[in-house]
């Protein structure tokens, strides 16, 4: 079993930034994929970004111009850097790991952007 404590989220100002943090701990298997998702009110959960053990990206779309995901493999951590935020970006932001086929999630973190 893995377990994701995500933190970061807030609220901020259009136009500004958040740095989103997600650390795995537990079973945690070095190949993995770790990521980001989220979630408005009454919208389906949707991709923002992954990243592989190998730091290869995948962003959803629309996301790549504002949003950059890395990771410290050494710390199990995942991060987000999201700039100039807008408020459509408000949603509550999940972490996700995934390892052959099994996928684990964070409790998500609030993310409102304000006009």
């Known amino acids: 079993q893995v377990q994701l404590v995500e933190s970061g989220g807030g609220l901020v100002q259009a136009g500004g930034s958040l740095r989103l943090s997600c650390t795995a701990s537990g079973n945690i298997f070095s190949i993995n994929v770790m990521g980001w998702y989220r979630q408005a009110p009454g919208k389906q959960r949707d991709l923002v970004a992954k990243?592989?053990?190998?730091?290869?990206?995948t962003y959803g779309n629309s996301m790549k111009d504002r949003f950059t995901i890395s990771r410290d493999n050494a710390e199990n951590t995942v991060y987000l850097q999201m700039n100039s935020l807008k408020p459509e970006d408000t949603a509550v932001y999940y972490c996700?790991?995934?390892?052959?086929?099994?996928?684990?999630w964070g409790q998500g973190t609030q993310v409102t952007v304000s006009s």
């Open positions: 996700n790991y995934l390892v052959y086929g099994q996928s684990s």
């Open positions: 990243i592989t053990h190998t730091g290869f990206k």
